[in-house]
């Protein structure tokens, strides 16, 4: 288990990165220089989709035990805390213009892992059945 999220957290955290710098020179649209200190940003915000996105979820979806309305819960709030952190990162200007409207990016996120639960769930049930009637033929 640790060696799997080891290796998740590793590739979450290196494709991040990645993603993040493909979006800013897609989107430097003003042949903007960067300076080298942002550049401990843009490794901060890949260690924290490292850590949400390559451990945290693994674990809760994976291996824990929680009820499903705990992880869930988790979930949303790490997702959440990771979003905001990010962008602020990221710039602390679109931080204060999105900062109004928290409540409401909590409130879609928590809908969003509600649904992505249901199709998860539903997933991992068709998967199971399908080894057990396997299993049944054998």
Known sequence: MIKDLKNSFLQVSFLGMIWIVFLITIFNLHEETVRFLYIWN???IS?????VFGIAYPYLWNYSTFKV???ITISTFL???CCI???YLFSPKVFEIIKPYLLLIVVI?????????????KYENKKIADSLNKALEN
Do not use: D
């Open 85 to 87: 952190e990010s962008v």
């Open 109 to 121: 996120t928590l809908i969003g892992h509600i649904i992505g639960f249901y199709f998860f769930s």
């Open 79 to 81: 997702n959440f805390f």
């Open 42 to 44: 843009l490794i901060g």
């Open 47 to 51: 260690i924290l989709m490292g850590i």
């Open 69 to 71: 309305t705990t992880k």
